[in-house]
């Protein structure tokens, strides 16, 4: 298996609710990315959150990693319909790239 | 706010024809990236580049894909016989400093279509 796996694939909730999305990799890495993704559009860069880092937040967004356990959240407080995009995690594992994740669709619906 | 560019948005080709894509980057930034993502799928890393010279590939960019910083502005990326299986969006990125320590700044993307 790959890389930066996130989970769920898709999400659907209500505008207000909040909305999770968790990330997993499998080598040791030096910081790790969210990007959004609106359709058939470009990568917006959300928040990097390096490897000795715990907890980062930006607005309504809340990033969390966990080396020991290789995983990552991204939590989105207060949902706008604006919000619905894809969202994808991307790990830098000291090799001059990235790899990202498959990615959570998120829909927020009215 | 300074943003990378990519031209153009859209780009129809016949197979076995070359094309260049072409990306401006930051204006500051010191390395260069070129992904690609198939559509439905994950992006994917092409290359990377820094000091005028490619630093990583990966096993796509074969030797039907070149690379290139022809002026202080522009970075290219040239398919010399395209094939059906490239058809993709390619993303081009761009960062101050290498990537262990820093964002990465993704353009809008060149749809490339080959028939």
């Known amino acids: 298996s790959q890389q930066g796996e996130e989970d769920p694939q898709a999400l659907s909730i209500q505008e207000g609710e909040n909305a999770t999305m968790n990330c997993s990799y499998k080598?040791?890495?030096?910081?790790l990315q969210w990007y959004r993704q609106n359709s058939g559009r470009g990568l917006v860069h959300l928040i990097l959150?390096?490897?000795?880092?715990r907890e980062k937040h930006s607005g309504r967004l809340r990033v969390t990693l966990d080396t020991s356990k290789k995983s990552s959240s991204l939590l989105i407080t207060a949902s706008r319909a604006a919000d619905t995009a894809s969202y994808f995690c991307?790990?830098?594992?000291?090799?001059?790239?990235?790899?990202f994740g498959q990615g959570t669709r998120l829909t927020i619906n009215p | 706010e300074p943003e990378v560019t990519q031209t153009p948005s859209h780009q129809v080709t016949q197979m076995g024809q070359e094309v260049i894509l072409r990306c401006v980057p930051i204006s500051n930034h010191l390395y260069f990236y070129w992904y690609r993502q198939i559509l439905g799928q994950k992006v994917e890393f092409l290359v990377s580049?820094?000091?005028?010279?490619?630093?990583?590939k990966s096993e796509i960019f074969d030797d039907q894909f070149s690379v290139e910083r022809p002026d202080g502005s522009n970075f290219t990326l040239k398919i010399r016989s395209t094939k059906l299986e490239d058809s993709a969006m390619y993303f081009c990125?761009?960062?101050?400093?290498?990537?262990?320590?820093?964002?990465?700044?993704f353009g809008p993307g060149t749809r490339l279509t080959v028939l």
């Open positions: 580049f820094y000091n005028n010279e490619i630093s990583e």
């Open positions: 080598t040791s890495i030096n910081n």
């Open positions: 991307a790990t830098d594992q000291g090799a001059q790239k990235l790899v």
């Open positions: 959150i390096r490897s000795n880092e």
């Open positions: 990125a761009s960062s101050s400093q290498g990537p262990s320590t820093d964002t990465q700044y």
